[in-house]
């Protein structure tokens, strides 16, 4: 028994704490590097999100929303009025009616084109005859910032 008090355990427990710490040091250095480059990627991935983001609205920026919407008038005198809720201006606009032409009088010129600049409207005027259907498919065409051949088909119900 007098060997265990003779010896000095001091150093040896030191030693092995210090062998522990060291390997504890490492370990979470590991993980700490790896969590490291989870949040990196994955603020990659925001920054990306972002990036996209920003592009998608600046390309709506370019973009011009027409819509079409007929407005009853009497004994078949309606108005088919084109608007423009988009943020970009309109250009080479071209509305086009696909039915037998027997069946309704436009007072203008289709084959002429036009522009929209945003929340501007313009107004075709047609009268419908007694015997033509009550529907009429109309094309629109046009080209903004965002792109050259941009179309619309829709079908009015008069």
Same mark, same amino acid.
């Given at each position: 028994?007098?060997? @265990?008090? %003779?010896? *000095?355990?001091? +150093? =040896?427990?030191?030693?092995? $704490?210090?062998? #522990?710490?060291?390997?504890? #040091? ?9 969590l490291t480059t989870k949040v990196m990627s994955q603020q990659e991935t925001? &920054?990306?999100? $972002? ?14 929303? @027409?819509? =079409? ?7 078949? !005198?309606?108005?088919?009025?084109? &608007?423009?809720?988009? +943020? $970009? &201006?309109?250009? !080479?606009?071209?509305?086009? =009616?696909?039915? +037998? ?8 010129? @289709? ?8 929340? !501007?409207?313009?107004?075709?005027? =047609?009268?419908? #005859?007694?015997?033509?259907? *009550? ?11 965002? %792109? ?8 009015? !119900?008069?």
């Amino acid at each position: 028994m007098n060997i @265990l008090y %003779s010896v *000095d355990w001091t +150093p =040896i427990i030191a030693s092995i $704490a210090l062998a #522990f710490s060291v390997f504890s #040091f490492f370990r979470y250095e590991v993980k700490i590097q790896k969590l490291t480059t989870k949040v990196m990627s994955q603020q990659e991935t925001l &920054s990306e999100l $972002a990036l996209q983001e920003h592009e998608e609205k600046k390309q709506q920026q370019k973009t011009a929303n @027409l819509r =079409i919407s007929v407005r009853k008038g009497q004994q078949g !005198q309606d108005t088919i009025v084109i &608007s423009n809720s988009g +943020p $970009a &201006s309109a250009e !080479q606009i071209s509305f086009k =009616i696909i039915a +037998p032409s027997d069946s309704y009088n436009v007072q203008e010129d @289709l084959s002429r084109t036009f522009s929209l600049n945003p929340d !501007q409207k313009h107004e075709v005027h =047609i009268t419908m #005859f007694n015997e033509s259907p *009550d529907v009429l498919d109309v094309t629109l065409t046009w080209s903004d910032e965002s %792109s050259q051949d941009r179309s619309l088909a829709q079908v009015l !119900q008069f």
